[in-house]
């Protein structure tokens, strides 16, 4: 059973350009959560979806971020209009239902 | 809302000592404690949990205690290896395993052979 998987691993965008981050959660997964981690920080909860649904987005900004995670493929997670201070790991966690969370390798996010 | 302060931020101990990280949160209803470790430009991993209805649980030569009274949970490691060398996290959540983890901001540890 592979582990959350999340693509791409490193991703550099210049400030102004779109970016999106994949997960596709451990099989027989239907809970997604999103974390950011800034340098030498600890992570910080973004957003909890379940098939087609969003659950709980308390902890993402208002503006230029938006989540997904559709029936089918990986649950998304888009930010428009990079800043540099959207530069941070990115890491995607699921679960089957109310169990503990299992974490993938995260998506290391740069602006230039 | 949830506030986790984690102490020490950093921590050096000698191979063989014991470690012990300690947090405290602030949310009385907060009822589910995780740990995770994250090695350098790795994924944090789960190493241990508690929910508020147990006050202690071991699994080898890790433990973490909680005291719902203070609120503040500690993780033990005990006959530290190098291997134990990473970034330690505690956290909380008031909904159980599932719902969103407040974090603390993460502890060093160094084990020096």
């Known amino acids: 059973n592979a582990g959350v998987m999340q693509n791409p691993r490193h991703l550099v965008r210049r400030r102004g350009q779109e970016a999106r981050l994949r997960c596709s959660p451990m099989?027989?997964?239907?809970?997604v959560y999103w974390y950011r981690q800034l340098p030498e920080e600890g992570l910080k909860f973004m957003v909890y979806?379940?098939?087609?649904?969003?659950?709980?987005e308390s902890g993402m900004p208002k503006e230029r971020f938006s989540a997904e995670f559709p029936k089918e493929g990986p649950s998304i997670l888009r930010i428009q209009q990079v800043v540099r201070g959207d530069s941070a790991a990115y890491f995607c966690?699921?679960?089957?239902?109310?169990?503990?969370?299992?974490f993938g390798n995260g998506t290391r996010l740069t602006v230039t | 809302g949830e506030n986790v302060e984690q102490h020490p931020s950093t921590l050096s101990v000698q191979e063989g000592d014991s470690a012990v990280i300690k947090c405290t949160y602030s949310?009385?209803?907060?009822?589910?404690f995780p740990w995770y470790k994250q090695e350098l430009g790795k994924r944090p991993q789960l190493i241990i949990d508690?929910?508020?209805?147990?006050g202690e649980k071991k699994d080898q030569r890790i433990a973490v205690t909680l005291n719902k009274t203070a609120k503040h949970f500690s993780l033990h490691i005990t006959e530290t290896q190098p291997e134990d060398s990473a970034v330690y996290f505690c956290?909380?959540?008031?909904?159980?395993?599932?719902?969103?983890?407040?974090f603390g901001k993460g502890t060093k540890l160094s084990v020096k052979p």
């Open positions: 508690i929910r508020s209805n147990v």
């Open positions: 979806l379940q098939k087609e649904n969003i659950i709980d």
């Open positions: 099989k027989g997964h239907s809970h």
């Open positions: 949310d009385s209803a907060s009822n589910y």
């Open positions: 966690a699921s679960s089957p239902d109310a169990s503990p969370l299992h």
């Open positions: 956290a909380a959540s008031t909904r159980g395993s599932q719902g969103n983890l407040i």
